[in-house]
């Protein structure tokens, strides 16, 4: 058995766990505070349909990820995914109403652009019931980039006017670890042209990229993470979202935090990269992910040390206010973490976690 199948098996062997759930329902809607792409700060309607799931993620995926498992096991059509569209604009259609502005975004744990996911009939129905909304100001979806096509931002452009951004699964710029630490199965040529062509719409490209993926070290991750934001910025990414490591169940990469071969990120990792781009790209709108922050499963210092809560609160500040002077912070259990990627530097492969070692 190769490489391949192997995941794909794995995952087959994951899948089997799943449940039916309410086809006409989300999986999840809230809104929140966010920052847009001009810097203002106002409010986001996240919405995320349950689907059928990543269509390449069935075949074995990426290896940090189990959003699948979110996904219907039954068959979902074009009727559930607008009554799940319908369902989540309801519940905050007054709300919506009262603000002078907002975002949506519009999430799948896969691709919106993908038509085995999402037909064109609902994008076109989703994106005609936004347009409809007089102080919609921002929309954001999330694909592959080979679903990034002419056909599919004419089909956008033709009824939003708005600010558009399409959150992207770049996670790296470097195509080794893209492809053996990850394997997300998309080039760097193809990340180029869904940049250039989203450009040509201005449709802006919100550049995921991950922090610490399996197989390498606390350093090499956070100098992956800094190049690759720099790479994606000069090829005018729209915003930087950083995604710090969370072992997720039924992932590969689970497989290897239980053999104690894997540690997510340490949070001074994750400031020394916002801190480090943020300072060569004044500009630039900087992101970092939160969720599992803090958790033994999520980026983290020292277990039961309080500045793991102090640090997530400082990161969701900077990424409202873009404001580098939140980030200054200090603590004594940042020597472990210098002791850590020191220890890791004379050995021949990565650490796992430090309780365990």
Not at 58 to 81: F, H, Q, V, W
Not at 296 to 316: M, T
Not at 327 to 340: F, G, P, Q, T, V
Request: with cysteine.
């Amino acid at each position: 058995m190769n490489y391949k199948e192997f995941l794909k098996k794995f995952r087959e062997k994951q899948l089997k766990k799943r449940k039916p759930r309410d086809k006409d329902k989300p999986i999840a809607v809230w809104m929140q505070d966010d920052i847009y792409r001009d810097f203002k700060i106002g409010k986001s309607l996240t919405i995320i349909l349950r689907t059928e799931g990543c269509y390449y993620a069935r075949e074995g995926g990426c290896l940090m990820c189990s959003y699948l498992m979110d996904s219907s096991p039954e068959k979902i059509t074009a009727e559930n995914l607008i009554n799940q569209f319908n369902y989540a604009i309801e519940k905050y259609k007054e709300k919506l109403k009262e603000l002078k502005d907002f975002s949506v975004k519009i999430f799948t744990s896969g691709s919106f652009l993908d038509d085995r996911e999402v037909s064109k009939e609902v994008r076109v129905y989703i994106i005609k019931k936004l347009s409809e909304f007089d102080n919609l100001k921002e929309v954001a979806i999330e694909s592959r980039a080979e679903f990034i096509d002419e056909e599919k931002l004419k089909e956008i452009r033709k009824y939003l006017n708005v600010n558009v951004e399409i959150g992207v699964g770049i996670e790296s710029f470097n195509e080794e670890i893209r492809e053996k630490a990850i394997n997300k199965g998309i080039t760097n040529e193809q990340i180029i042209k869904a940049i250039e062509l989203a450009e040509k719409y201005n449709i802006g490209i919100k550049a995921y990229l991950f922090i610490k993926p399996l197989f390498i070290t606390e350093k090499e991750a956070i100098e992956d993470a800094i190049y690759s934001a720099n790479k994606c910025i000069e090829l005018g990414c729209s915003r930087i979202s950083f995604c710090p490591a969370t072992v997720h169940k039924g992932s590969l990469m689970e497989y290897f935090f239980n053999k104690n071969q894997y540690r997510p990120p340490f949070l001074w990792s994750i400031i020394e990269i916002l801190k480090e781009v943020k300072e060569n790209n004044p500009n630039a709108l900087i992101m970092c992910d939160t969720s599992g922050v803090g958790s033994e499963r999520g980026a983290h210092n020292i277990y039961g040390c309080r500045c793991n809560k102090i640090i997530k609160e400082k990161i969701e500040k900077f990424t409202l206010t873009q404001d580098l002077s939140v980030l200054n912070i200090d603590c004594e259990c940042k020597k472990i973490w210098e002791a850590y990627i020191e220890a890791e530097s004379k050995n021949i492969v990565p650490l796992g976690d430090e309780r365990k070692l």
